[in-house]
């Protein structure tokens, strides 16, 4: 369902800042400039990509379209049609399990039934909407099925499945891809530091000791979603480092700089494995087990080695 927009609205700049997403943002662009904007998307994609920045961008181009002062407060968090939901520990225990829990989504509801104070949209972002629990993704269906009028809702998450199809079948999906950035890892779970340092290692033990230490990486991994989706990552980028070696590409452009060792691939054994790379995030962004996951990569680099 799309909205027709009250009044045309100005080239969205707030989208300007947001890089390494061209593909999103455009559609973004599109749909701003267009002046038909869907009451309910999903941002999907990794941790890091930028997709809850992008939903703040997208939120400025909506409520405040020439930027100034209502731009401002959106930035602050002090624009009154801009909400920001996340997951939050239980009310009586401040210790437990950060969740968007169904009393969240009432609320949401509630402040979505009210008409925009100031601007020509109200704007509800849900980071890190995954962390539903119980009824929360069925009272959020209720909304979705009947948006109040001038609103937009923006979900924030990691993978297609991480909520009901029923749920996300009500938005517009916008993908958000991995990306590396001058030397940075900028997709991996926490960004560069511990989980990259890690990763790194494990492929290094993959391809020094073969099958005993997949094994026992896997065994490491469990069912560790961020820590498999790490090891994907820094897989994808290693040999992403080695094609662009046999391109003759600047050294700069190297994100670990050959330091996982392994020795040379040919080309086609590069090729093989980013593919294989490439199978590894698309099973982890669906069903498979992030131990298995992990254990069928690492073996078929293994082999290719």
Not at 57 to 82: C, I, M, N, Q, T
Not at 186 to 214: D, K, S
Not at 226 to 236: M, Q, R, Y
Request: hydrophobic fraction near 45%; charge should be neutral.
């Amino acid at each position: 369902m799309a909205l027709d927009a009250p009044d045309a609205l100005d080239a969205p700049n707030a989208l300007n800042v947001i890089v390494g997403q061209a593909e999103a943002v455009e559609l973004l662009r599109r749909a701003v400039e267009g002046g038909r904007i869907a009451h309910a998307w999903a941002f999907i994609g990794p941790h890091g990509v930028g997709r809850k920045t992008t939903a703040l961008a997208f939120a400025k181009a909506l409520v405040a379209p020439s930027g100034g002062a209502a731009a401002s407060r959106v930035d602050r968090g002090l624009h009154p049609d801009v909400h920001l939901l996340g997951p939050t520990p239980p009310e009586k225990n401040p210790k437990g399990t950060p969740a968007i829990r169904v009393e969240n989504i009432r609320e949401l509801e509630r402040l979505a039934s009210l008409k925009p104070a100031e601007a020509p949209w109200k704007v509800f972002i849900v980071d890190e909407a995954e962390t539903m629990t119980g009824a929360a993704p069925q009272a959020f269906l209720k909304t979705l099925e009947e948006p109040p009028a001038r609103t937009v809702i923006i979900l924030v998450l990691s993978q297609v499945r991480a909520l009901p199809a029923t749920v996300l079948s009500r938005c517009q999906i916008v993908r958000f891809r991995p990306r590396a950035a001058e030397g940075t890892v900028a997709l991996l779970p926490g960004g560069a530091g511990e989980e990259r340092a890690r990763a790194l290692g494990w492929l290094a033990q993959a391809q020094t000791r073969g099958v005993e230490a997949v094994l026992q990486i896997g065994e490491a991994v469990g069912r560790d979603r961020e820590a498999a989706l790490a090891v994907v990552e820094t897989c994808w980028l290693w040999y992403r480092d080695l094609l662009c070696s046999q391109g003759g590409a600047d050294s700069h452009l190297a994100v670990f700089a050959g330091k996982a060792g392994g020795g040379q691939r040919s080309l086609d054994e590069v090729v093989a494995g980013l593919s294989a790379c490439r199978e590894a995030w698309q099973a982890i962004q669906g069903s498979v087990s992030p131990r298995l996951t992990v254990e069928v990569l690492l073996s078929r680099l293994t082999k290719a080695a």
